[in-house]
C-alpha cells in the first residue's frame, strides 16, 4: 500500500511539474540568434517552483540548446507606486531583423556588422498600465531593455531601481571589480569567485564575466545609456544562492531615486555577450550595435594616434639642461619627441595654464578658472611650437570646470586647433552625470574636438553615436605603477576579458623600465613597470586603445629596438582574431591594419608555450618580425629577442614568454625580389 502511494504521490508531482512546464511554454516569447545559437526566452505568468512570485515577468537565455542563465525576474520599482512587471501579461509583440553594416572611423574593426533578430513585446496590467521590452539577439550575444510608453496613467517616471535578476545554471567561476561604492573611477582589481561565495554587501561593477562548465561563457554589461542612471550587481540569495540583482546609481541629491524623466523612456540595453570561450568575446561589436547612429555626418577630423604624454614620466630625464617639470620647456621637449617620433598628438596633462603675460580677454580670461592651476605654461607659444613640430595637442581639464565653462571653452580649443580634451574625476554614472557625458560629446562635436574620459565609468557604446569619443579610462592602468605593485602581468591578462570588453581604455602603456618582482620599486620618479620589456610591447596589440599614450621618458626610448615596434603599431585596426587565452593567465590576440597583421601575447607570472597558428593570414608569404623575451628576460626583465621569419597561412608559431612575460610580432607581406 505505501509503495502504491509513493507512485501515486510521484505520479502527481509529474503531472503538477508538466502542467507549470507547459504553462510557462506555452507564454513564451522566444528571439533566437540569426545562427540559432542564442535564444532568450519571455515568460508572463504561470509559475516555476523557487522563482519569483507566479505572475512576475521572467526571462532566460539559452546556449547550444542549453540553459544558460535560468529564468530570473523582469520589472521596474517606481517610486510612489506599483512596480511594473509582476502581474503583467503579453498584449502583443512585433518581431524584427536587421542585417546590415556600416563603418566607425576608430575601432576594433573598420567595418561592423550589425545582425540580429529582435521583437518588440507589450504588456499591460489590470490597470490598463503598459511596458514593453524590447530583445535583440546576435550571434555573439543577446539584449533587452524596458520601454515605458506614453500612456495617460503614467506620464512621468520615477524610478528607484529595478527588478532584474540574473541567475546563472550553475555555480559559475566569475570574475567580479568589486567597488566601494556608487561614485567610483573603477579602477581596482578583478578578482575570481564562484556566484555563491560572492557577500551580499558587495558591490560589483560591469562588465561581469562569467563561466558555466559546459555551457559557454558570459559576460554582462550594459549599452546605450542615456537619460538613465549606470547599473551595478549584487548578490541576491532571497530566492537562491546564484542569484543577482541589479542596482541603480542614485540621484547623489536623492538616494531613494535614480531615474526622473517623462515618457516615452527607455532604458539601457542589459547585455548578455556569450561564447564558447573566453577570447571570443573580445571579438564582439554587440555594445556598438545597441547604439544609435553616428549623429557626426564628418568623421575625416577624429583620428586615432599615439601619444607623447608628461604626467607618467613626469619629471624629463636628468640629462636635459633645462629645469623639468610643468613648465614650457618641458612641454616643448614632449612635443619634440612625439615630432620625432612621428607621433601625432602630445597630451598636456594637469597643471597648464596660460602665462599671466600672454593672457587677454578675448581668448584667455576663463582658463584659469578651468584648468583650476596657476599658470605655468605659455600656451601660445607652445600651441604655435606644436603646430610647426606638425603636432597636435590634447588637454587636460577637470570635469567641474568643463561643467561650467564648456560654452567658452571648447570654442577657443577649437580656435586654437587642439585635437581633443582630457577630461578628469567624475566618477559618477549617476542620471545627471550620464547627461553630463552626453552634453560633452555633443557640444565637442560640433567644436571637432575628440574626448578622452578619465575618472569615467565603463563604456556604452557612446562612441559609435558620438565617434569622437576616441576612449576613456574606467580601468587601474599604469599611473598606478608608480605607488604600488597592483599593476603586473595576472592583471594584464585579466582586463581583455573584462574591462575592455566594454570597450576602449586608457591604460597609459610604454614603459621602459621594466622589472620583475624582486626588483620592482614603486617610485614616483623614474618609475618601473612589472613585467618584461616584451609583454609592454604586447600591450599596444592587446589592449584596445585609439588615444594610446607613449608613457615613459623620451630619453628612455633613445637607441632601444623595441621602440621602433611602438612607432609601427597602428592605434586603430580593420580586423580582430582572438587566437586563446583565459583571464589571470593568458592571452593571444591578433590584429589587422590593412594588409599587416600584429600578434601580441602576454602570461602571468606562469613560464608559458603557446602555438600561435597563421591561419587568420591571406595567400602569398610573409614575414614575421618577432620581439620575444630573450632567455634571461625573467632576471632581466628589460632584455629581448628579435628575429625575423618567412611564414605563411600554415604556419604555427611556437611563441615562449617567460615568468611575466611576452611577444610582440609584426607580420607583412614578403617583399619580392
Request: charged residues 20%; hydrophobic residues 40%; contains cysteine.
Amino acid at each position: 500500500m505505501s509503495n502504491l502511494r509513493a507512485l501515486l504521490l510521484c505520479l502527481l508531482a509529474f503531472i503538477t511539474v508538466g502542467t507549470l512546464a507547459a504553462q510557462e511554454v506555452a507564454a513564451t516569447t522566444k528571439v533566437t540568434s540569426p545562427n540559432g545559437q542564442i535564444t532568450l526566452l519571455l515568460f508572463d505568468g504561470g509559475a516555476t517552483p523557487g522563482v519569483g512570485q507566479a505572475d512576475d515577468l521572467r526571462y532566460a537565455v539559452e546556449f547550444h540548446g542549453k540553459r544558460l542563465m535560468d529564468t530570473a525576474r523582469l520589472g521596474l520599482n517606481l517610486a510612489g507606486q506599483p512596480a511594473l512587471g509582476p502581474g503583467m501579461h503579453k498584449a502583443a509583440e512585433q518581431p524584427v531583423s536587421v542585417d546590415e553594416s556600416y563603418t566607425i572611423p576608430v575601432g576594433k574593426t573598420s567595418t561592423v556588422r550589425d545582425h540580429y533578430n529582435g521583437v518588440r513585446a507589450d504588456f499591460e496590467d489590470a490597470g490598463g498600465r503598459k511596458l514593453t521590452i524590447e530583445v535583440r539577439a546576435f550571434d555573439d550575444g543577446v539584449a533587452f531593455r524596458y520601454v515605458v510608453p506614453e500612456q495617460p496613467a503614467l506620464k512621468q517616471v520615477r524610478i528607484s531601481g529595478e527588478l532584474t535578476e540574473f541567475s546563472y545554471v550553475k555555480d559559475a567561476a566569475t570574475y567580479p571589480l568589486i567597488l566601494d561604492g556608487f561614485q567610483s573611477s573603477y579602477e581596482d582589481d578583478y578578482q575570481l569567485r564562484n556566484v555563491t561565495g560572492l557577500h551580499p554587501d558587495w558591490l560589483i561593477g560591469l562588465p561581469y564575466l562569467a563561466e558555466e562548465p559546459g555551457i559557454g561563457w558570459v559576460a554582462i554589461t550594459e549599452a546605450h545609456i542615456d537619460n538613465y542612471a549606470g547599473m551595478y550587481l549584487r548578490k541576491d540569495s532571497k530566492f537562491g544562492s546564484r542569484n543577482i540583482r541589479a542596482e541603480l546609481a542614485p540621484h547623489v541629491d536623492a538616494p531613494g531615486l535614480a531615474v526622473e524623466t517623462a515618457t516615452p523612456s527607455s532604458s539601457p540595453w542589459r547585455v548578455f555577450m556569450i561564447a564558447d570561450e573566453p577570447s571570443r568575446l573580445i571579438e564582439s561589436n554587440i555594445i556598438l550595435n545597441l547604439n544609435p547612429p553616428s549623429k557626426i555626418a564628418d568623421t575625416s577630423w577624429i583620428k586615432a594616434g599615439k601619444s607623447a604624454w608628461d604626467w607618467w614620466s613626469g619629471q624629463a630625464a636628468p640629462s636635459v639642461n633645462f629645469k623639468t617639470g610643468m613648465n614650457t620647456a618641458t612641454m616643448k621637449h614632449y612635443i619634440d619627441f612625439a615630432s620625432e617620433s612621428g607621433f601625432p598628438y602630445m597630451l598636456v596633462d594637469a597643471g597648464w595654464a596660460v602665462a599671466p603675460s600672454r593672457q587677454g580677454p578675448e581668448d584667455y580670461s576663463a582658463l584659469a578658472d578651468i584648468t583650476q592651476v596657476t599658470p605655468a605654461v605659455d600656451m601660445p607659444e607652445l600651441l604655435r611650437y606644436a603646430k610647426e613640430k606638425h603636432v597636435k595637442l590634447w588637454l587636460w581639464s577637470h570635469w567641474t570646470s568643463v561643467d561650467k565653462y564648456m560654452d567658452q571653452a571648447f570654442p577657443l580649443f577649437e580656435k586654437w586647433g587642439v585635437a581633443g580634451v582630457k577630461i578628469d574625476f567624475m566618477n559618477r554614472d549617476d542620471q545627471w552625470m550620464v547627461g553630463f557625458y552626453h552634453r560633452v560629446v555633443e557640444s565637442a562635436a560640433a567644436h571637432h574636438l575628440m574626448i578622452d574620459f578619465h575618472g569615467a565609468y565603463k563604456p556604452d557604446g557612446l562612441r559609435r553615436t558620438y565617434p569622437n569619443l576616441i576612449t576613456r579610462e574606467g580601468v587601474m592602468g599604469k599611473e598606478y605603477s608608480k605607488w604600488s605593485a597592483r599593476i603586473g602581468p595576472p592583471h594584464n591578462a585579466t582586463l581583455p576579458f573584462t574591462r575592455m570588453l566594454a570597450g576602449p581604455m586608457d591604460y597609459t602603456p610604454g614603459a621602459f623600465g621594466n622589472s620583475n618582482r624582486e626588483k620592482f620599486v614603486a617610485r614616483n620618479l623614474m618609475p618601473m613597470s612589472l613585467g618584461t620589456r616584451a609583454q609592454e610591447l604586447a600591450l599596444y596589440v592587446v589592449f584596445e586603445g585609439p588615444l594610446e599614450m607613449v608613457s615613459d621618458y623620451p630619453e628612455h626610448y633613445a637607441g632601444q629596438k623595441e621602440f621602433d615596434f611602438i612607432k609601427r603599431v597602428p592605434p586603430t585596426w580593420d580586423e580582430v582574431h582572438a587566437i586563446g587565452g583565459r583571464p589571470m593567465e593568458w592571452i593571444s590576440l591578433a590584429r589587422r591594419s590593412r594588409n599587416d597583421w600584429f600578434v601580441g601575447s602576454l602570461t602571468n607570472w606562469d613560464e608559458r608555450n603557446v602555438k600561435v597558428p597563421l591561419s587568420f593570414l591571406g595567400a602569398g608569404k610573409f614575414e614575421a618580425e618577432i620581439y620575444a623575451d630573450a632567455p634571461d628576460a625573467a632576471d632581466e626583465a628589460t632584455h629581448t629577442t628579435l628575429h625575423k621569419q618567412t611564414v605563411d597561412r600554415t604556419t604555427v608559431l611556437n611563441v615562449h614568454m617567460v615568468s611575466g612575460g611576452g611577444s610582440a610580432i609584426w607580420i607583412h607581406p614578403a617583399v619580392k625580389p
